[in-house]
């Protein structure tokens, strides 16, 4: 291998070393420090309030924002839990009536937000699957989902050239 070559490969590897890392780290455990997160994946994306005191901590990843991770932690600032959120096991758990902020808690921010008439909006999330679908809620003027389901993600559309 030339040393051109070698040299290059060297400093691909460095930069990619000092980059975030995409998940969670490799073997985090319950109980593990807050820091070790932020320190390994960066800052988070948003940050939600939960019940006991604790915090869950959004990290949205990827190109269009096809994963979005949620880490759990305590009062204390100790890891509890996480997970990849932007699965249809967690969209099914979504329904119309819920509160927006409650919506962003679960599933954290949308890829993508429009305005519709009449002061509503409808928040889409692209997430990782084979159908080129997207996840939507329709949103009322109050914040409240009216509505929630798959559809496809425009951007699998092919363009309309027609001259």
């Known amino acids: ?31 593990a420090p807050e820091a070790e997160v932020v320190n390994y994946m960066g800052p988070p ?16 990843r990827g190109p ?20 990849q959120v932007l699965t249809p096991k967690h969209f099914a758990t979504l329904h119309a009536g819920m509160k927006a902020d409650d919506l962003l808690r679960a599933i954290g921010r949308p890829s993508e937000r ?8 409808i928040w889409s999330w692209r997430y990782f ?15 409240v989902v009216t509505s929630a389901g798959y559809g496809t993600d425009p951007r699998c559309d092919p363009p309309n050239d027609r001259r």
């Open 1 to 31: 291998m030339s040393a051109i070559r070698l040299m290059t490969m060297a400093a691909g590897l460095a930069l990619l070393a000092g980059c975030a890392g995409y998940g969670p780290p490799p073997g985090l455990r319950a109980g």
């Open 129 to 143: 699957n084979s159908d080129c679908l997207w996840w939507q809620a329709q949103l009322d003027a109050q914040g």
């Open 64 to 83: 269009y924002g096809r994963d979005t991770f949620m880490v759990d932690v305590d009062a204390q600032h100790r890891v509890v839990r996480w997970d």
């Open 114 to 121: 429009m305005g519709m008439m009449r002061d509503g909006q």
């Open 45 to 60: 994306t948003g940050h939600y309030a939960l019940p006991d005191g604790g915090q869950r901590l959004e990290f949205a």
